[in-house]
């Protein structure tokens, strides 16, 4: 059956006024950039390998993974296993990321992300702040770091104790909503 010229444009006019509706309720949040810190491995003072226990709590869910970090003057290596099975791993030698990742591994978990937040977590504030772009602070009182951009808290990170990378820290990210619980397994 034909239908009326006049019918096809006002049809299609339609679908294109129902199209931009839809696009303007389904407007996506817009997701802040992260910092993209990348020290160097020297930065850390020290070397260290250590079995860690990750959990992240997002909301509507909690993970857990398994890590093995290791840091040497040259490279920062680190493994995540899920239920046995490696999931992730990165090498950083100052200059260029490795990534391997599991195809199962969601497409939020980047090898960027968790290097950074190791280094907010184990580096030296006093390393962290030489890097950090204008506008952003790293301050530590006690057992407590610090994270801000424009005097707004980004993140915070609380130890049990001294070096950093022993016992247990927890990462409240309050920019990206999620808090990631580290605890290194005892020598």
Known sequence: ??????????????LLAAAVLLAGCTKKEEVPARLGLRLAPAALGESISVQQHLTVQRPGGTNDLDAA??????????VG??????????EFDGKELLE???PMLPKQVRAADVLEDVQLTVWPAAEIARVLP???????????????????????????????WKGKAVLDNLR???????ESAAE
């Open 1 to 14: 059956m034909l239908r009326p010229s006049w019918l096809d444009r006002s049809t299609k006019g339609a």
């Open 176 to 182: 990206y909503k999620y808090k990631l619980t580290i």
């Open 81 to 90: 296993l899920a239920l046995g099975m490696r999931v992730l791993s990165l």
């Open 100 to 102: 391997w990742r599991h």
């Open 134 to 164: 204008a506008g952003w602070t790293i301050e530590e009182q006690g057992l407590r770091r610090t994270l801000r951009r424009e005097g707004v808290v980004v993140a915070t990170i609380d130890y049990s104790g001294t070096p950093r």
């Open 69 to 78: 970090l290791e840091v040497d003057p040259n490279k920062v290596s680190l």
